[in-house]
């Protein structure tokens, strides 16, 4: 344990609040600049592709890809900082229809169509609605990213009632982790997979961290390579 | 002067790109309004209330709906829609915020102040078009003012 005097406090605590406000001013501020570059992509990709030989569509390709990483990489940091910095509102939340919610949304817009998704009665809790749908947007997405290649993906969500509180789990039949690594999994811009396969950030998980313990929950995960993952977080079903 | 007059949407967005992307969305989705791009907060006032460079429009011709971004140099978008909201003769305009912010200290002020909409920009180009496209749709062949 190390001692810290009131004034060491203070500052570090400012320190970190005037990171954050960097961090959510620079995301901020790049988001024009690559909203730009993705819509001008697309405007060139509608108006001129025919005269595009395969080659050149290959390249806008590329562009547009590579800014669509650039743009989640720039909304996962905008919440990771603001994480540090929003007040928290605590609400009854229902969780099912939360979850079921950022589900569908997620497997419009381009998650594996085939998937089979099963989620089972889950139990509300109070928090902050908003953090809580990206905690499931973040879980949701990386179960279905990581059993993407599987001949049929399957995402179990399910959650059992403890004492004192609620544990969720979602469960992907995807390609594992070896646990060796599992200490590094909720760590900031860690990644455990190579991004041409699966792509990512590294900020994602990092959140669902943060948001359970802004929550006075915890996070952890469970998996075999090769065998697919089991991650969960318990949440107090006391208003925190 | 013709190109100042009948304007039906004025679009107040410092940012010469996402200025030209939301025209691009307007066009697109077949919404041929007469619209009008100005690049400040001044210069949206001063078209209003046809002052300064906008002297010579008729400023009892008011547009049907403002689509206002918030960050911008000289007058931003809160001071903007502060003065028009508190002005008996432009308050019943539509104004829809239009910003890369999604702060909630941003949408309270907005929103305390008045606005009729609130809009984070999307990124992804087929999004900030859908959402340009159902604002328009909206405000202009739905909605009804006094």
Known sequence: MINVSDDQHAEIEALGTELESICYSVSHDLRAPVRAVIGFARALEEDHASRLDAEGRRLLQVVLSEAGRVNRLIEDLVIFSRLGRQPMESVPVDMAALARSVASELLESGGPQHAILSIADLPGVSGDRALLRALWGHLISNAAKFASQRAIPRLEIRAAAEAGRVVYHVRDNGIGFDMAYADKLFGLFQRLHNDAAYPGTGVGLANVKRIAHRHGGTVWADARLGEGATFSFALPTEAH | ?146
């Open chain 2, 1 to 146: 002067m013709d190109e100042l007059s009948g304007i039906e949407v004025l679009l107040v967005e410092d940012n010469d790109h996402d200025a030209e992307l939301t025209m691009r969305a307007f066009k697109k989705c077949n919404l041929l309004y007469k619209l009008y791009w100005v690049k400040d907060g001044a210069e949206a006032l001063d078209f209003i209330a046809g002052s300064g460079a906008f002297e010579a429009r008729d400023s009892r011709e008011l547009p049907r709906l403002i689509l206002l971004d918030l960050k911008m140099p000289r007058l931003n978008g809160v001071d903007v829609l502060r003065s028009l909201k508190a002005d008996e003769r432009t308050h019943a305009i539509p104004i829809v915020v239009m910003t890369s912010s999604s702060e909630p200290r941003d949408l309270d002020e907005c929103y305390n102040l008045g606005v009729n909409g609130y809009v984070a920009k999307p990124i992804e180009y087929t999004s900030l078009t859908e959402a340009v496209a159902r604002i328009g749709m909206f405000w202009l062949l739905v909605n009804r003012v006094p």
